[in-house]
Protein backbone atom coordinates (compact mmCIF):
# COMPACT_ATOMS: atom_id res chain seq x y z
CA UNK A 1 0.00 0.00 0.00
CA UNK A 2 2.93 2.33 1.04
CA UNK A 3 5.64 3.48 -1.68
CA UNK A 4 8.65 5.27 -1.32
CA UNK A 5 10.68 6.57 -4.99
CA UNK A 6 13.67 8.03 -4.09
CA UNK A 7 14.86 10.24 -7.69
CA UNK A 8 17.77 12.32 -8.59
CA UNK A 9 20.76 10.14 -8.10
CA UNK A 10 23.29 10.18 -10.71
CA UNK A 11 27.15 10.81 -11.38
CA UNK A 12 28.78 14.21 -10.52
CA UNK A 13 31.88 15.33 -10.35
CA UNK A 14 33.72 16.61 -7.01
CA UNK A 15 32.26 19.67 -5.66
CA UNK A 16 29.09 19.46 -7.52
CA UNK A 17 25.36 19.13 -6.41
CA UNK A 18 22.68 16.75 -6.91
CA UNK A 19 19.12 17.07 -5.40
CA UNK A 20 17.82 14.10 -4.21
CA UNK A 21 13.85 13.51 -3.55
CA UNK A 22 11.49 10.97 -2.28
CA UNK A 23 7.77 10.25 -2.42
CA UNK A 24 5.75 8.80 -0.42
CA UNK A 25 2.29 7.20 -1.32
CA UNK A 26 -0.53 5.12 -0.78
CA UNK A 27 -2.40 4.63 2.83
CA UNK A 28 -1.01 7.34 4.76
CA UNK A 29 -2.49 8.67 7.64
CA UNK A 30 0.75 11.60 8.88
CA UNK A 31 4.22 11.07 8.40
CA UNK A 32 6.62 11.21 11.82
CA UNK A 33 9.89 11.06 10.71
CA UNK A 34 11.61 11.58 7.14
CA UNK A 35 15.32 10.59 6.33
CA UNK A 36 18.05 9.65 4.56
CA UNK A 37 20.58 7.03 4.51
CA UNK A 38 23.73 5.92 2.72
CA UNK A 39 25.74 2.98 2.27
CA UNK A 40 29.24 2.62 0.17
CA UNK A 41 30.43 -0.64 -0.78
CA UNK A 42 31.84 -2.74 2.40
CA UNK A 43 29.45 -0.02 4.75
CA UNK A 44 27.16 -0.10 6.72
CA UNK A 45 23.93 1.82 6.32
CA UNK A 46 24.16 5.30 8.23
CA UNK A 47 22.07 7.92 8.38
CA UNK A 48 22.42 11.02 6.18
CA UNK A 49 20.17 13.24 7.70
CA UNK A 50 16.21 13.00 8.85
CA UNK A 51 13.59 15.71 9.77
CA UNK A 52 10.42 15.50 11.41
CA UNK A 53 7.36 16.28 11.49
CA UNK A 54 8.02 19.83 13.15
CA UNK A 55 10.92 20.26 10.56
CA UNK A 56 13.56 19.35 13.36
CA UNK A 57 16.39 18.20 11.41
CA UNK A 58 19.59 16.00 12.27
CA UNK A 59 22.65 15.23 10.04
CA UNK A 60 25.71 13.23 10.22
CA UNK A 61 28.94 15.18 10.69
CA UNK A 62 30.53 13.86 7.67
CA UNK A 63 27.88 15.99 5.54
CA UNK A 64 27.37 18.85 7.72
CA UNK A 65 26.86 22.57 6.02
CA UNK A 66 27.18 20.75 2.96
CA UNK A 67 24.11 18.68 3.01
CA UNK A 68 20.24 20.14 3.59
CA UNK A 69 17.01 18.15 4.00
CA UNK A 70 13.73 19.25 3.60
CA UNK A 71 10.18 18.29 3.42
CA UNK A 72 7.08 19.33 1.52
CA UNK A 73 4.16 17.92 3.59
CA UNK A 74 1.28 18.47 1.35
CA UNK A 75 3.34 16.32 -1.34
CA UNK A 76 4.49 13.72 1.20
CA UNK A 77 7.80 14.57 -0.53
CA UNK A 78 11.83 14.89 1.20
CA UNK A 79 14.24 16.27 -0.48
CA UNK A 80 18.18 16.18 -0.09
CA UNK A 81 20.26 19.27 -1.74
CA UNK A 82 23.95 17.46 -2.10
CA UNK A 83 26.80 20.47 -2.34
CA UNK A 84 30.15 20.50 -2.63
CA UNK A 85 30.13 16.28 -3.25
CA UNK A 86 32.82 14.43 -2.29
CA UNK A 87 34.05 11.31 -3.78
CA UNK A 88 33.07 10.03 -0.12
CA UNK A 89 29.89 10.54 -0.59
CA UNK A 90 29.65 8.03 -3.07
CA UNK A 91 26.85 5.25 -1.94
CA UNK A 92 23.42 4.16 -2.45
CA UNK A 93 21.11 6.68 -0.81
CA UNK A 94 17.94 5.14 0.52
CA UNK A 95 14.73 7.12 1.51
CA UNK A 96 13.02 6.70 5.10
CA UNK A 97 9.97 7.10 6.59
CA UNK A 98 8.19 6.68 9.61
CA UNK A 99 4.26 6.76 9.15
CA UNK A 100 0.93 6.46 10.72
CA UNK A 101 -0.97 4.28 7.97
CA UNK A 102 -4.78 5.16 7.66
CA UNK A 103 -6.18 2.38 9.57
CA UNK A 104 -3.65 3.56 12.84
CA UNK A 105 -0.55 1.51 12.79
CA UNK A 106 2.83 2.60 13.09
CA UNK A 107 5.20 1.56 9.88
CA UNK A 108 8.61 2.02 8.95
CA UNK A 109 9.61 1.87 5.43
CA UNK A 110 12.55 1.79 3.01
CA UNK A 111 12.83 3.22 -0.91
CA UNK A 112 14.95 1.24 -3.04
CA UNK A 113 17.88 3.56 -3.11
CA UNK A 114 19.44 5.63 -5.84
CA UNK A 115 22.80 5.35 -6.65
CA UNK A 116 25.00 8.47 -6.41
CA UNK A 117 28.43 8.45 -7.57
CA UNK A 118 30.49 11.68 -7.57
CA UNK A 119 34.15 11.31 -9.65
CA UNK A 120 36.38 13.20 -11.76
Known amino acids: QVRLVESGGGLVQPGGSLRLSCAAS????????MGWYRQAPGKERDLVAH???????NYADSVKGRFTISRDNAKNTVYLQMNSLKPEDTAIYYC??????????????WGQGTQVTVSS
Open 96 to 109: HADLIATHGGRYAY
Open 51 to 57: ISSGRTT
Open 26 to 33: GSISSINV
